[in-house]
C-alpha cells in the first residue's frame, strides 16, 4: 500500500470514525476541564496579583516563572514520572494519566491566564473603583461588582488566545500516550500507514475544534461588550 | 487660621471637622493640616481653593476613603471617626470628578448599586430609580435601559446625581462635578441642582476651583490656601464684600462688584407681569390683548403655560404665518439663574427681556435689562460707599431689588463670569447702555 497513490479520505473516514471520535471526545473533555480550570486560576491569582495580596502574590508570581520560561513537554513529563515516589512511610503522590493530561495543560493555561487577568484588573480605571467605594461597597463586594466585570472584559481577547494555546496543547499529551485525538490519529496511522489521510483529518479537525472555539468566545465577547466598543 | 471656620452660625452643624490632619506617607508636610469646619444642616459648603490645596482629600476624609491621620469627625452629633467606613460611606452620596458610572451597567442598574447592596426588594428599586431619574429630569422610559456611554457628559452628571442620591443619603458630597462640561450646559446643571436642592434640602460639601461656581452655588464658601488652611470661611456676600486676607482678594480676583451681579438669584427681584395668550388662540384676540397693554408685545405660551414666542403688532399683520412660528422664539431663564445669567441672556438675544420659568417651565414672569442695569448701578454706589469706608455695614450691603437678602437665600455666580472683559466697569456700561436703547 503505497501512501499517495491510494489517497482515500472517504474510505479512510469510514474505517476509523469510531475510534478517532474517542479520541476527539477525550480532547473536548480535557480541554474543557482545562479552560474552565485556567479561567478560575486565572481570575483569582489575576486578582492576588493586581491587589498585590501578601503572600498569594509573590507565589502566584513564582508560579507564572515556572511555568512561562519551562517548555509544557518539561511540565507534562514532570506530572507524570517526577512526583515525589511513596518512600517509607511518606505516601508519595501518584497521578492516573488522565489526572496528569487535564492537570498539566490547565496548569499550563492558567499561568498564562493569571497574567491575562492580572493586566485586565489594572487596566480598570481607578474612578470606577472609587465610584464603587464611595457608594459603600467593601473591597469584596468592589472586585466582584466592578472589577472583575469590567477587568474580565478588557481581559478576555487575549485569555480567548491562551483557551486557544491550551486547546491545541493538548495534542502533547500523547507523550504520556493518554489517547486524546492526536494519540489516536497515531495509532490509526500506525495501523494502516495511511499518512496522509491521517494528517489531513487531524489538522481539519483542529482547525474546525479552534475555529468554532474563538467563533464561540467571540459571540460571547460580542453579547458582553459595552456599547462603547460595538 | 481656623478661626473663622467653626462658625457660630445658628443652624445646626451636620458634618463637623475637628483638628483634622493627613499625611500620606513618605511625605515630610501635612497634606491636611489641622482642619476645622462645621457643615451646617441643609447647606451647600463649598471647597474652593487652588489646585493641590487638599479639597479632594478633605472630602475624602469626610467619608473617610482616605483616614485622617489625626483629628475627628462627626456626623449627626455622632463621632464617626473609627466606625465602620463602608457602612458610613451609605450615609453620604458621593459624586465624584469624572462620575465614575460603571460601565458595564445600564443607567436603571447604576442608580439601583446601594438600594441593591441594602437588599431593597426589586418593586421598591424600580420606583426609587424612575423617581430619581425624573426628579434630575430625564425621562425614565428613554434612559433606564441606556449604558453611561449612551449619554452626553451632562447626562451622565444628572445620573451620577441621581445613583449618590439612591439611598436618600442625608449628605452628599460632590468633588468638581461639573467642572468636565462644556460652560452652556455646565451653567444649566448648576441651575437644575440648585432647583434641585429646594427640593431635597441636603446638606452638601461641594468642591471646585471655580471661584465663580462656588459663588453661584454656595450658601457658604470656605475658601482653602496650603494645606487646607482655611482663608476665609463665610457668605458669598460677606466674602465679595469683606475679602479677610490678601490671599482672598487675590483669590477672588479682579471684579470682585461684578461677580456681586451672581449673588442676586431672578426669583430675588421683582419681576414684571407680562401679557399672555395661548398659542392656540386667535390671531384677533392676541391683538386685543396687546392693545390692551403697554408692552409692545405678546408672550405666546402652550398648554403648560411655557413659553413659546414673543410676538408683536407687526408679526400679526402676516396673516399667512401661523401664531406658532410667528414673531421671535422666546428663551427661558429659570428662577434660580443669577442677574449674570440674565444679563447675558439679553445680550445675546434680540430682545431687552427675558422670560422666567418656574421648576415645571411653566411662565412666572419677565426680567427686563432695566431691572438689571439698576442692580448694576445700586452695586456699583454701594461698593464705592464700601470701599471709602463711607457704608454702614460693609458686611451685607443690600442689593437693589433684592426682596429676601439672608444669608440662605444669597447664591451667585455663573460661568460667564470669568470671561466678562475688563472687570465690573465695562459691563456695567454696556449694560446701562443697553437699558437706554
Ligand atoms: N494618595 C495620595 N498619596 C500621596 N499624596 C497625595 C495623595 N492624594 C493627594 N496627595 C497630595 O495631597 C495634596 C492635596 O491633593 P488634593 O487632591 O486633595 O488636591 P485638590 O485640592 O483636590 O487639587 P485639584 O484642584 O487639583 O483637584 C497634593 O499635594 C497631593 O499631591
Ligand atoms: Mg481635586
Known amino acids: 500500500m503505497l501512501v499517495g497513490i491510494t489517497y482515500d479520505l472517504g474510505s479512510y473516514v469510514s474505517e476509523n470514525w469510531e475510534f478517532l471520535l474517542r479520541g476527539l471526545g477525550r480532547t473536548l473533555l480535557v480541554s474543557a476541564i482545562a479552560i474552565g480550570g485556567a479561567l478560575v486560576i486565572g481570575a483569582v491569582l489575576g486578582a492576588a496579583r493586581a491587589h498585590r495580596v501578601p503572600v498569594i502574590s509573590q507565589l502566584a508570581s513564582a508560579y507564572v516563572e515556572l511555568i512561562r520560561n519551562t517548555p509544557i513537554l518539561v511540565q507534562i513529563f514532570f506530572l507524570y514520572f517526577a512526583l515525589p515516589q511513596p518512600i517509607g512511610p511518606w505516601p508519595g503522590v501518584r497521578l492516573d494519566v488522565f489526572t496528569v493530561a487535564w492537570l498539566a495543560v490547565m496548569i499550563w493555561g492558567g499561568a498564562f491566564n493569571t497574567e491575562n487577568f492580572r493586566a485586565g484588573f489594572e487596566a480598570v480605571p481607578w474612578r470606577f473603583r472609587e465610584g464603587a467605594l464611595a457608594l459603600g461597597f467593601g473591597r469584596v463586594a468592589t472586585f466582584l461588582n466592578v472589577t472583575l466585570p469590567i477587568g474580565g472584559r478588557i481581559a478576555l481577547p487575549s485569555s480567548i488566545n491562551t483557551y486557544i494555546a491550551v486547546l491545541k496543547n493538548t495534542a502533547l499529551l500523547y507523550v504520556i500516550s493518554y489517547e486524546e485525538l492526536t494519540t489516536s490519529a497515531l495509532q490509526v496511522n500506525a495501523l494502516t500507514l495511511e499518512t496522509a489521510e491521517t494528517f489531513t483529518v487531524l489538522g481539519a479537525v483542529y482547525l474546525a475544534l479552534v475555529w468554532s472555539l474563538s467563533a464561540g468566545i467571540r459571540g460571547l465577547e460580542g453579547r458582553l461588550a459595552l456599547p462603547e466598543s460595538r | ?437
Open chain 2, 1 to 437: 487660621m481656623t478661626a473663622g471656620a467653626t462658625s457660630n452660625g445658628d443652624s445646626r452643624a451636620l458634618i463637623r471637622l475637628e483638628n483634622l490632619s493627613k499625611r500620606f506617607p513618605g511625605q515630610k508636610q501635612n497634606a491636611i493640616d489641622n482642619l476645622s469646619l462645621d457643615i451646617p444642616e441643609g447647606e451647600i459648603v463649598i471647597l474652593v481653593g487652588p489646585s493641590g490645596s487638599g479639597k479632594t482629600t478633605t472630602l475624602r476624609m469626610i467619608n473617610r476613603l482616605i483616614e485622617p491621620t489625626s483629628g475627628r469627625i462627626f456626623l449627626e452629633g455622632e463621632d464617626v471617626t473609627s466606625v465602620n467606613g463602608d457602612k458610613l460611606r451609605r450615609r453620604m452620596g458621593y459624586v465624584i470628578q469624572q462620575i465614575g458610572l460603571f460601565p458595564h451597567m445600564t443607567i436603571e442598574t447604576n442608580i439601583a448599586t446601594v438600594p441593591r447592596m441594602l437588599g431593597w426588594d426589586t418593586k421598591r428599586i424600580r420606583t426609587r430609580v424612575r423617581e430619581l431619574l425624573d426628579l434630575v429630569g430625564m425621562d425614565p422610559e428613554v434612559y433606564a435601559k441606556r449604558y453611561p456611554k449612551e449619554l452626553s457628559g451632562g447626562q451622565r452628571q444628572r445620573v451620577g446625581v441621581a445613583r449618590a442620591l439612591a439611598a436618600d443619603p442625608p449628605v452628599l458630597l460632590m468633588d468638581e462635578p461639573f467642572s468636565a462640561i462644556d460652560p452652556i450646559t455646565r451653567a444649566r446643571l448648576q441651575n437644575e441642582f440648585l432647583q434641585l436642592q429646594t427640593k431635597i434640602r441636603k446638606t452638601i460639601v461641594f468642591v471646585t476651583h471655580d471661584i465663580d461656581e462656588a459663588i453661584k452655588m454656595g450658601d457658604r464658601i470656605a475658601i482653602l490656601d496650603e494645606s487646607s488652611h482655611v482663608a476665609q470661611y463665610d457668605t458669598p456676600s460677606t466674602i465679595l464684600a469683606a475679602p479677610a486676607n490678601a490671599f482672598v482678594e487675590d483669590f477672588i480676583g479682579a471684579g470682585a462688584s461684578l461677580k456681586r451681579l451672581n449673588l442676586t438669584h431672578v426669583a430675588d427681584v421683582h419681576l414684571l407681569d407680562w401679557p399672555t395668550m395661548p398659542v392656540s388662540a386667535e390671531r384677533d384676540s392676541v391683538r386685543a390683548a396687546l392693545l390692551r397693554s403697554d408692552k409692545g408685545s405678546v408672550l405666546l405660551v402652550d398648554d403648560a403655560r411655557r413659553p413659546q414666542r414673543w410676538v408683536n403688532a407687526m408679526d400679526l399683520e402676516h396673516g399667512s404665518i401661523p401664531l406658532a412660528e410667528s414673531g421671535l422664539e422666546a428663551p427661558v431663564m429659570q428662577r434660580t439663574a443669577t442677574l449674570y445669567d440674565a444679563l447675558n441672556e439679553m445680550l445675546n438675544s434680540l430682545q431687552g427681556a427675558t422670560a422666567v420659568v418656574d421648576e415645571n417651565g411653566a411662565f412666572c414672569g419677565v426680567i427686563d435689562i432695566e431691572t438689571v442695569a439698576a442692580a448694576i448701578r445700586k452695586m456699583r454706589e454701594e461698593a464705592r460707599l464700601v470701599y471709602r469706608g463711607e457704608g454702614g455695614s460693609p458686611r451685607e450691603p443690600a442689593l437693589a431689588g433684592a426682596e429676601r437678602g439672608g444669608d440662605g437665600d444669597v447664591r451667585g455666580g455663573s460661568d460667564f463670569g470669568g470671561a466678562a472683559p475688563g472687570g465690573g466697569d465695562d459691563f456695567g456700561a454696556a449694560a446701562a447702555g443697553g437699558g437706554d436703547a
